[in-house]
């Protein structure tokens, strides 16, 4: 009964869990997809990292790892202060943190820009603590930035979607959009890595606006 809670606020930090100070993935584990390292504390030289909560992280790794320029995908928890939160922990509501995707992408190939738009387009935005069916403050939609170029793309992107959905009758953007640097990213079990690599048959979530991002001029 204590992990089934839905909890659909973020609640004070020192009710957060205090977690522990071993990490749950082991360093050495290899992407099945990519065949690249999972943990990239360390990342090729020019190479970038954009961090998205987008719902449950299985589906939007997937995603991700399929998009030509990424280098390395892995999911995990940020936007809490839990450290090291087992996937049950995050599921009680009760670490704060946000279901999230890691992407490790050369930028020669494959703009930030470009992940964020995907990133609107592949989950509904609006939902605030959920997506579809699944709610809780695990599912809300989340944007951590690693850099000011960052900061200014998200920034800009938010605000045009924001406005393309409000000509078409869509409620506001809930997305969280923070710098990295305030949220640690903790690597979730090893079980949920590449999760619809294993098991192709799966659970996707992919609830979503239908609608395009617009083009710029």
């Not at 809670?5 to 071993?22: A, F, N, V, W």
């Not at 943990?39 to 399929?66: K, M, R």
């Not at 990133?119 to 609006?126: A, G, L, Q």
């Not at 992107?157 to 923070?178: C, F, M, N």
């Amino acid at each position: 009964m204590f992990f089934a809670r839905k909890q659909t606020e973020l609640i004070d930090e020192g009710q957060t869990l205090p977690g522990r100070s071993t990490a749950l993935l082991d360093p050495a584990a290899r992407h099945l997809v990519l065949g690249t390292p999972v943990v990239t504390d360390e990342v090729p030289d020019g190479f970038e990292v954009a961090l998205f909560g987008l719902g449950c992280f299985w589906g939007a790794e997937e995603i991700y790892w399929q998009v030509p320029g990424v280098w390395s995908t892995s999911v995990g928890y940020a936007g809490g202060t839990t450290p090291n939160p087992t996937y049950e922990e995050v599921c009680s509501g009760l670490t704060n943190h946000t279901e999230a995707v890691r992407v490790v992408f050369d930028p020669s190939t494959v703009s930030y820009a470009d992940l964020v738009k995907q990133f609107f387009e592949v989950h509904d935005p609006t939902q605030g603590m959920r997506q579809g069916n699944d709610v809780g403050t695990q599912y809300r939609s989340a944007i951590y930035y690693a850099s000011p170029e960052q900061e200014q793309t998200a920034a800009e992107l938010t605000k045009v979607y924001g406005e393309e959905l409000a000509s078409r009758g869509v409620g506001a953007i809930t997305t969280e959009v923070r710098p990295a640097a305030e949220t640690p990213y903790f690597y979730a079990e090893d079980v949920h890595q590449q999760y619809l690599f294993r098991h192709v048959n799966g659970y996707r979530c992919h609830a979503n606006t239908g609608i395009k991002f617009p083009e710029i001029t």
